[in-house]
């Protein structure tokens, strides 16, 4: 089946600054690539997602990026803040009527002031 | 928008107890509903996937005996964790679907801690 490597596992900015997270995965035939965000004692939410049929996807300070040929993809946040500190988990999924998502193991990032 | 209440938030039972978690989806038709369970420190592993009227698949290391699935209409889920022992604790996930479309909305969770 798919697998998913996210690095890093932690990563600490300071506020204002870029923070990125890179995934990889096997499966080519993976075609949907949707980032979450979870807060402590939280469940995980929806940020951002990317299909394959796009490069590059921008929502406010989230931008997405897609290498179908090096089978990556990555998440930039631009001028991070503290409220950004969160664990972040990339995964991958193929879509069809049975589909499921493949995460990584997780970003904890920390924004400091 | 579509919403999915998942309960308890948070269980305590005793080894070799059972527990029952359910799912209910709000504003759209669950079609497919997947059940995750994120261990301390670990990312979230699919337990298996049911879809309305089609046999629910359950992935490696995971079974029907430890962890049966109900999915009888397009609303309502629930999973059970047969005989709990301290690995099975963590945060389990429920997150569904409807039709084709390729994002889950996910459940808050259900803590389960082992005594």
């Known amino acids: 089946g798919e697998q998913v490597e996210q690095l890093p596992s932690i990563l600490r900015v300071q506020e204002g600054s870029s923070a990125s997270i890179n995934c990889s995965y096997e499966?080519?035939?993976?075609?949907?690539f949707p980032w979450y965000k979870q807060e402590p004692g939280e469940n995980p939410k929806l940020i951002i997602d990317?299909?394959?049929?796009?490069e590059r996807k921008q929502i406010q300070e989230l931008i997405v990026l897609l290498d179908k040929k090096a089978k990556r993809f990555s998440l930039h946040i631009t001028d991070t803040q503290p409220g950004d500190s969160a664990m972040y988990f990339c995964?991958?999924?193929?879509?069809?009527?049975?589909?499921?998502?493949?995460f990584g193991a997780g970003t904890r990032l920390a924004v400091c002031p | 928008g579509a919403l999915v209440y998942q309960y308890p938030r948070r269980t305590i039972c005793k080894s070799g107890t059972s527990m029952r978690m359910e799912c209910q989806a709000v504003?759209?038709?669950?079609?497919?509903v997947a059940w995750y369970r994120q261990s301390p420190q670990k990312t979230f592993e699919l337990i298996a996937l049911?879809?309305?009227?089609?046999?629910?698949?359950?992935e490696q290391n995971f079974t029907q005996e430890k962890f049966p699935i109900s999915h009888p209409n397009l609303s309502f889920s629930s999973m059970t964790v047969l005989n709990a022992y301290l690995e099975d604790r963590g945060l389990y996930l429920c997150?569904?679907?409807?039709?084709?479309?390729?994002?889950?909305?996910f459940g808050s969770g259900t803590r389960l801690l082992v005594i």
């Open positions: 997150g569904a679907r409807e039709g084709a479309r390729s994002d889950y909305t």
């Open positions: 504003g759209f038709q669950a079609t497919s």
């Open positions: 499966d080519s035939a993976s075609n949907y």
């Open positions: 990317i299909r394959s049929n796009m």
């Open positions: 995964a991958a999924s193929l879509s069809g009527s049975f589909n499921k998502l493949t």
């Open positions: 049911s879809t309305v009227n089609s046999a629910i698949k359950y």
